[in-house]
């Protein structure tokens, strides 16, 4: 992991520990990121990915959905032990699929995962830590890389749970092919909260070349 700064600091803290305790994997929350993920996955269906490696898991709700409807080996990086707790205690992944670390610095070799995603968790990198996070999961992933994120034409800080540091939106569509002009777009959209449930958020699908 790399060296601690407030956003780390803060994740891996009681500021974490309460995001985990507000959070359930309620079956309703469950099937909503099944619906949402099934949307993006329909995009490659022609050549599924046998690894997935999510940076950012919390307690496992992308996970606990994509056993539904795919047979891919599943890992999850998640720098909160309360939340790796849950995910032990409940079975979701074990050690060997779950590791203690941040998207800025990734436990696995490079191309060796065939899609590495986030989902709300670039919105709480620190805007000088981005590009690291973004290259990281350029380098493990060998086919794909999706990203679920808050859109913003400009970068903007946004206020969070009385913080000022922990929440930016952005265009990270563009940041990363900015960074990586060689990734093909496959897709992107909007998943509206009032009909899907989901955050507000904007995803994006890129493959590799």
């Not at 307690?59 to 080996?73: C, H, K, S, Y």
């Not at 436990?107 to 919105?123: A, E, K, N, Y």
Request: proline residues 7%; negative net charge; charged residues 25%.
């Amino acid at each position: 992991m790399p060296p601690k700064n407030p956003q780390i600091e803060s994740w891996t803290g009681e500021f974490g520990d309460a995001y985990t305790a507000r959070n359930a994997a309620s079956e309703e929350q469950v099937r909503i990121r099944l619906k949402a993920l099934v949307e993006i996955f329909r995009l490659i269906d022609g050549d599924p990915p046998l690894r997935i490696l999510e940076c950012g898991c919390n307690i496992g709700l992308n996970t606990r959905a994509m056993r539904r409807f795919t047979d891919a080996e599943l890992f999850a990086i998640e720098p909160n032990a309360t939340a790796r707790a849950v995910l032990g205690d409940q079975g979701v992944l074990d050690g060997d699929h779950l590791k203690d670390a941040v998207v800025q610095s990734l436990p696995f070799p490079d191309r060796s995962m065939d899609l590495v995603f986030t989902s709300g968790v670039l919105i709480h990198v620190h805007p000088d830590d981005l590009p690291a996070a973004l290259d990281e999961m350029v380098r493990v992933s060998s086919k794909y890389l999706m990203m679920i994120e808050y859109f913003s034409q400009s970068p903007q800080s946004i206020p969070y749970r009385g913080r000022n540091d922990l929440l930016w939106k952005r265009d990270f569509g563009s940041d990363l092919l900015d960074r990586h002009p060689g990734l093909v777009p496959l897709g992107s959209g909007f998943f509206w909260r009032r009909i899907t449930g989901f955050d507000d958020a904007t995803w994006w699908l890129f493959r590799k070349p």
